[in-house]
């Protein structure tokens, strides 16, 4: 019990210098040393257990920073400590009271603007502040292993919602959907259990799941993840490698394991036409999946010279805001009862979809088409 912190200081450094002296253990001599963490009290603290827990918390910090240390709790600290114990609790109340929603981002073909599938991305209703990205909750979720429950239910749900959509709308037996694996749930051993029975569940075909991991699976544990990868493409899933090009650099990998599809990331796409650099490494990497007998898929596309511009490259499928944003299920339901025309299957229409002119009435198309709902 002190004063304020600067007491706290001054006894720290006495306990520290206190214990740099060796002490005699028979004719031995021993060292010890010590990591502290101080955490001034105010009236915020309810109990003296979340004052020692803001201790503890200051005492890693010291002993992160080295030996033989001491760290003062601060407002810094106390504020990043607070907000996420808040989501932290939140995202418990979130899952028991059903508060996460899946969106779905159309993916097409560039060529003929034909709808492939959807990319699943997750969405936080949240009780008071609204519609959340999950650049506000994923961390935190990831941090404590939320995302296991999370990205659990999201992959039942998911599954379930592409198989209403096969059955209920003509033309849409062949669409897939895309699901992301956080790192954490790609390592979790019962990963392939838990999308086998995902696919029994929703009465799904493997072909119709895509998963889309980063390449930063392959860094702690490539065995591992080697592993798991043979396990799903085993169960006949596609798989994707999300964010391509911006994480682990080692191309070795991309030859050994059973990838079928790179994701260009964003940042690459927004500015190709004006940055040479970055229309020199889409161009690599469409060549480079091309010659490993994978696809590409463009991310965040959002204008028609993009479009024209990955085309001409020879790249796959796009999705970005030029197609559609990510859309509720609700949405995508009227899209498909306004619209099933336009979702025969590719490869029924005929060769003449390449002339140009048609080309851009297809573009236009594609875009009025989700434009409508
Ligand atoms: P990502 O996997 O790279 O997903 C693509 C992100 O780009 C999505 O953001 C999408 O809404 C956004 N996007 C698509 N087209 C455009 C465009 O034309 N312009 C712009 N500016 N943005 C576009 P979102 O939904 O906010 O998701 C952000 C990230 O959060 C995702 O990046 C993914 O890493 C992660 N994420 C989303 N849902 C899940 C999930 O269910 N599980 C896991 N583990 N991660 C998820
Ligand atoms: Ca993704
Ligand atoms: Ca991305």
């Known amino acids: 019990q002190t004063q304020d912190s600067e007491d706290a200081v001054e006894v720290a450094e006495r306990i520290l210098a206190e214990l740099m002296r060796p002490v005699r253990l028979g004719d031995n001599e021993i060292y010890t040393n010590a990591s502290i963490g101080i955490a001034p009290g105010h009236a915020d603290y309810a109990t003296t257990e979340e004052l020692l827990r803001d201790a503890d918390t200051a005492m890693y910090r010291a002993k992160a920073a080295g030996k033989a240390g001491y760290v003062v709790f601060d407002q810094d600290m106390y504020a990043r400590a607070r907000s996420r114990l808040r989501v932290e609790t939140?995202?418990?109340?979130?899952?028991?009271?059903?508060?996460?929603?899946?969106?779905?981002?159309?993916?097409?073909?560039?060529?003929?603007?034909?709808?492939?599938?959807?990319?699943a991305l997750i969405r936080w209703q949240h009780p008071t502040r609204g519609l959340l990205s999950p650049e506000e909750f994923l961390l935190v979720a990831e941090e404590t292993g939320l995302i296991l429950p999370i990205g659990w239910w999201l992959l039942h749900e998911a599954c379930g919602q592409l198989k209403r959509w096969r059955q209920r709308h003509p033309g849409a037996h062949s669409l897939t959907v895309a699901v992301n694996l956080a790192h954490k749930q790609f390592m979790y051993a019962g990963l392939p259990q838990q999308v086998s029975e995902s696919l029994r569940a929703a009465d799904l075909s493997a072909d119709g799941l895509h998963l889309e991991i980063t390449e930063t699976v392959f860094l702690e544990n490539p065995k591992a993840a080697e592993n798991t990868l043979r396990k799903l493409k085993a169960l006949g899933i596609v798989l994707h490698l999300d964010d391509f090009g911006t994480g682990y650099s080692s191309l070795n990998y991309l030859s050994v394991l059973p990838l079928d599809t790179l994701k260009i990331d964003r940042s690459f796409v927004r500015d190709m036409q004006e940055n040479p650099k970055h229309a020199a490494i889409v161009r690599t990497i469409v060549e480079l999946a091309r010659d490993l007998g994978m696809e590409t898929v463009a991310e965040g596309v959002e204008t028609v010279d993009q479009l024209r511009m990955l085309e001409r490259l020879g790249c796959h499928y796009g999705q970005g805001h030029?197609?559609?944003?990510?859309?509720?299920?609700?949405?995508?339901?009227?899209?498909?009862?306004?619209?099933?025309?336009?979702?025969?299957?590719a490869g029924e229409v005929g060769p003449e979809v390449h002339a140009g002119a048609l080309r851009a009435g297809l573009i236009k198309r594609t875009r009025d088409f989700f434009r409508r709902v």
């Open 322 to 345: 030029l197609f559609a944003p990510a859309l509720d299920s609700d949405r995508v339901d009227k899209l498909f009862d306004r619209a099933n025309l336009e979702l025969v299957p």
């Open 90 to 119: 939140e995202l418990r109340q979130a899952l028991d009271n059903h508060e996460f929603r899946v969106f779905y981002q159309p993916i097409v073909t560039l060529e003929q603007g034909r709808l492939l599938g959807f990319e």
